[in-house]
């Protein structure tokens, strides 16, 4: 409406919405960090979490490997958590053309033993994955061509798992990751900020778990499917009226 004009049309907003019986936290996130609901696993500095030296954190990137995706910005994040002595094991969920470069930047950064690219998987697999994951990240960006996501689908399905995120402060995606309060967001295309996000978390275990039950929360109120769809069927059902 701002960037068009004209008159002011009636709106009604239905977001996406995800399954909440089948996107829910898991409970083998929580057998095994104690039934406390924290994430195990990250050898870092002395300032890190003590809860977290078990194993390297798991960070997942899910998403088609394209510049619109960001990845390369994550990868070079990772270098620098590298060169803080933290541990992590970062996973890519998806394909696409930027594969082969973004592989090239892994080996160039010297992370190979760190990242792994896991090609296209099922949603069961997803699901595997999100149960075992400590933090996800979506550092989507402009691409030089123009094009930017609206609001990636992933970041609905890990917050519904319980799983704390970090994204970019871009096009609609603050309106689910506000800001410290369900989610952390950083600049497009801004490695040292993602680094920055990424240290805080698994330093401090009490905001990994606020931000997990809040944004749990503002799935469960504004992003359950059957809701939604249900709102939907009303609009129809009234106009048909």
């Not at 160039?108 to 099922?122: D, P």
């Not at 069961?124 to 979506?138: F, K, N, P």
């Not at 992933?154 to 970090?166: D, F, H, Q």
């Amino acid at each position: 409406m701002k960037e068009c004009g004209g008159s002011v049309p009636k709106l009604q907003v239905i977001r996406c919405g995800v399954d909440l019986r089948r996107f829910r936290p898991a409970d083998e996130r929580d057998a095994a960090a104690g039934a406390t609901g924290v994430p195990t696993g990250v050898t870092t500095d002395a300032e890190a979490d003590p809860a977290l030296r078990d194993r390297p954190a798991s960070i997942t990137c899910i998403g088609t490997l394209h510049e619109v995706k960001g990845q390369r910005h994550l990868i070079a994040a990772l270098a620098t958590l590298a060169e803080r002595g933290i541990s992590v094991c970062c996973r890519f969920v998806g394909d696409g053309p930027d594969r082969a470069e973004l592989e090239g930047l892994v080996d160039k950064l010297g992370l190979g033993g760190s990242v792994e690219f896991l090609g296209q998987r099922m949603r069961s697999d997803v699901l595997e994955l999100l149960a075992g994951t400590d933090i996800l990240v979506a550092p989507s960006v402009p691409t030089s061509g123009g094009k930017r996501e609206g609001l990636p689908v992933v970041l609905i399905e890990a917050m519904a798992a319980g799983v704390p995120v970090v994204a970019s402060h871009l096009s609609g995606i603050p309106e689910l990751v506000e800001n410290e309060v369900t989610g952390l967001t950083v600049p497009p295309g801004d490695p040292a900020a993602i680094a920055d996000a990424l240290a805080r978390l698994l330093a401090d275990r009490p905001l990994r778990q606020r931000l997990a039950r809040a944004g749990r929360e503002r799935i469960e109120t504004e992003y359950d499917l059957d809701r939604n769809a249900a709102r939907l069927i009303g609009l129809f059902a009234g106009t048909a009226a």
